[in-house]
């Protein structure tokens, strides 16, 4: 068995180096992540209004799921989506209050207990994925668009939304309806 210690001492201008350095790199994740969030707010903005609705509605949350699924014809999924959630919210909590799952301080799973635990968390699991690519699928054929951006908005989301948002790209509901 080995055993290492560390007595390692920075002078204050290594320290505020180190600092320095770790400041910069966090700094500029947060500008690249920020930027992308308000590009994905615009393509989303112009989505919506492509398809004949306000853009702004593209900001609100939960509101805005509502209306995409609205606009790719799907309203029906977005209310199982709303109840399959709730459901396993409530699971969840049942698990939890009858020791199935054990938590710590912060609410981090740290046991399970249950196996029927886990079969729910696969089944929420699942639904949610078959219903993100269908949800891609309806909206690359409200746009008139094939198999190719289907897989484009799976695998490259941001990419994708922006070439629907500002390509030739036209909305076309009737298509939602074959």
Do not use: Q
Not at 11 to 16: C, D, G, Q, Y
């Amino acid at each position: 068995m080995y055993t290492t210690t560390s007595n390692v001492t920075l002078t204050t201008n290594e320290a505020a180096a180190a600092g320095a350095v770790l400041g910069g790199m966090l700094g500029t994740v947060a500008v690249i992540g920020i930027a992308a969030a308000i590009i994905a707010i615009i393509a989303m903005w112009k989505i919506f209004s492509k398809a004949g609705e306000k853009g702004w509605k593209s900001l609100i949350p939960i509101y805005n799921a509502y209306i995409l699924m609205k606009i790719i014809g799907m309203k029906a999924w977005f209310w199982a989506d709303i109840i399959v959630t709730i459901v396993y919210g409530v699971l969840v909590g049942v698990f939890s209050a009858t020791g199935a799952v054990t938590t710590d301080a912060a609410g981090n799973i740290t046991a399970i207990n249950n196996p029927a635990y886990t079969v729910v968390a696969i089944c929420y699991l699942i639904f949610n994925v078959v219903l993100g690519i269908l949800t891609c699928h309806n909206l690359s054929k409200a746009f008139k668009r094939g198999i190719g951006t289907t897989l484009g908005l799976i695998f490259f989301p941001y990419i994708f939304t922006l070439i629907l948002a500002f390509g030739s790209a036209k909305y076309d509901k009737r298509i939602l309806k074959k």
